[in-house]
């Protein structure tokens, strides 16, 4: 199963050579990476660059010319890996949060056939690690809300770390996703959930980043707390938009 793992980056060059190399290191047969930077100020891209000459043909690089988002660089990376052919495409972050070594599992959950496997943190009881209680509290507090409001049964659907089929992207419809954040995973689970994709989630350990800064925002905090409500309004105009698995 030929998978493309997409890493957003912005101010990363801490975290990105070691992120690259660790995937790369995985004895996983047929695992190629996209960085999508978004001209970091902090020199990421170039190291990105460096990388892919590191490993022709594995690690890419898509330049945008400035922050535009998470959920735009996963659309348009995504759109990168539908077109060269891959079968599965997947999201993962640069800050170490996301253990490379979890990799495979996600992998291994869409060969055995979910259309979409989410690395979860809250499968058995709470796998977090150097998080404040408050932003744990927040995080559990953002999931419990998504589910009561949309219906998702889904324990961890605000995490960034899982893996798509090729079949559950195209039926996703892309190009009308519009969120970014947190909100834009739940979006993109919402839409699963409705398209009648399997979902399986695999249970992960979540460390708080390596190096850098968390680039969330208010802004990114303000859309997924109205992301689930219009989620539930727009049901049946998404639906109709959907194609199926
Ligand atoms: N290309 C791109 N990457 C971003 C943007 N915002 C965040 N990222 C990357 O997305 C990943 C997750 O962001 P992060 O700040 O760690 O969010 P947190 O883990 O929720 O605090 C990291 O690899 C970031 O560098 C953005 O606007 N553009
Ligand atoms: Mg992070």
Redesign the pocket.
Known sequence: MKTLFVIPTYNESENLPNMVDALMALPTDDLDILIVDDNSPDGTGKIADEKAEKYPGRVSVMHRPGKQGLGRAYVEGFGWGLKKGYDAVGEI?A?F?HDPKSVPDLIEAVKNGAHLSIGSRYLNGISVINWPLRRIILSLGANEYVRRITGIPIHDGTSGFRLYSREAIEALDLPSVRSNGYSFQVEMTFRAHVCGCKIVEVPIIFTE?RAGE?KMSGNVIFESAMMPIRLRLQTRKIRKRLGKV
């Open positions: 972050d800050d949060s980043r968390s």
